[in-house]
């Protein structure tokens, strides 16, 4: 919207042509929501206190979580406001890309907030039944599969890349619209899997946003996608001005989600962040990167996946308790323990991500 309008005054005074940089919108992207976040915070807590909006705990887990419990949660919205607020802002609504994240995000936002509100607000303790939310997840997901392939205007579009091999991009046809399915729901889910304990889903989903916006930035610049050997996608620089929307917008949750947490995102924000990086990874062709540097929500889902399939096939458990960062509590870390070390592992994770860029 700004640089919309900063175009148009440009006729009258240079000056505002300084907007049309990229890379100013991106820090000026990441500052809004960062503001927004802090400005809405408290804002929203005593509006969630007030309505009695707490979280409900499981009696079979952690015994330190018991004094959890009425903490308010559906924080999230306040992420989603910040990331939309702020992209609105400061993208190019000219681009898809820009229409496309941003529906898909505040698509898995509302299945998140309904699912929520039956179990916070109804106090339905099943929430929205499982078989709507993945079929909603569905809708969204295969919808914004089907754009995304119909809109592709080169073949590298719809072509799996592979790290480190600069010359294999092995064309995927119709099933890139069920890998985009894929990484999508997948990523929205695994996030929220990741979501239990204060600050341990947020910090994480804030790194991989700032690694996934270099390879927006490189991906949309022929410059720089010539240097390092990655395909040039007109237009996925803008995906830059969103990542840095959600980092910005989760550094301000953080603010308030730090252990001892005074707010929840929920399944609103969860599902929402999760399905935005996904989105994200699958136009930038960074699926596979995306695995890695996101790793730690990787493991929480496959130990939910081990556990439940042990259990099922032995009656036997593998971990104490899933997902994974629950077995660590069960094993005697204290919370703030697992939190910082999960962070500093995907601290790792992105680096080495970022390290494809070059190793090629």
Not at 24 to 41: D, F, H, K, P, Q
Not at 87 to 113: E, H, K, S
Request: include cysteine; charged fraction near 10%; proline fraction near 4%.
């Amino acid at each position: 919207m700004l640089l919309h309008l900063a175009n148009f005054l440009s006729q009258y005074q240079s000056d505002f042509q300084v907007v049309n940089y990229l890379t100013l919108r991106v820090i000026l992207g990441a500052l809004t929501s960062l503001m927004l976040c802090l400005w809405l915070g408290p804002w929203m807590i005593r509006k969630l206190v007030e309505g009695q909006i707490g979280q409900s705990v499981r009696d079979d887990g952690p015994q330190s979580h018991l004094s959890k419990a009425g903490t308010p949660t559906m924080g999230g919205a306040m992420i989603l406001l910040a990331i939309a607020m702020s992209t609105l802002l400061w993208g190019d609504l000219t681009n898809l890309y820009i229409w496309v994240v941003l529906g898909v995000t505040l698509g898995f936002g509302a299945i998140g907030w309904v699912d929520d509100y039956r179990k916070v607000v109804e106090k339905n303790p099943r929430g929205l039944p499982a078989r709507w939310k993945y079929f909603w997840q569905s809708v969204v997901g295969i919808g914004a599969a089907v754009l995304l392939y119909l809109t592709a205007s080169t073949p590298v579009e719809t072509s799996l890349l592979v790290p480190m091999l600069k010359e294999v991009a092995l064309p995927l046809g119709l099933f890139y619209i069920v890998l985009t399915y894929l990484v999508i729901v997948g990523s929205s889910n695994a996030v929220n899997l990741t979501d239990g304990l204060d600050g341990l889903a947020i910090m994480p989903t804030v790194l991989v946003a700032m690694g996934l916006s270099v390879f927006a930035y490189a991906s949309g610049n022929t410059v720089f996608a010539e240097y390092l050997h990655i395909p040039f996608i007109a237009g996925t620089g803008e995906l830059a001005v969103f990542c840095a929307t959600i980092a910005g917008a989760g550094l301000g949750f953080l603010w308030f989600n730090t252990y001892p947490a005074q707010v929840f995102m929920g399944d609103v924000g969860a599902l929402a962040l999760g399905a935005a990086l996904g989105v994200v990874a699958v136009i930038v062709r960074q699926e596979i990167v995306l695995f890695i540097m996101g790793g730690i929500f990787v493991m929480e889902t496959v130990s939910v996946i081990l556990q439940v399939g042990s259990y099922k096939l032995t009656g036997r458990r593998i971990f104490r308790m899933a997902p994974l960062h629950h077995h660590y509590e069960l094993k005697g870390w204290p919370e703030p323990r697992v939190i910082v070390r999960f962070w500093i592992i995907t601290v790792v994770l992105v680096l080495l991500g970022l390290a494809t860029l070059k190793v090629r």
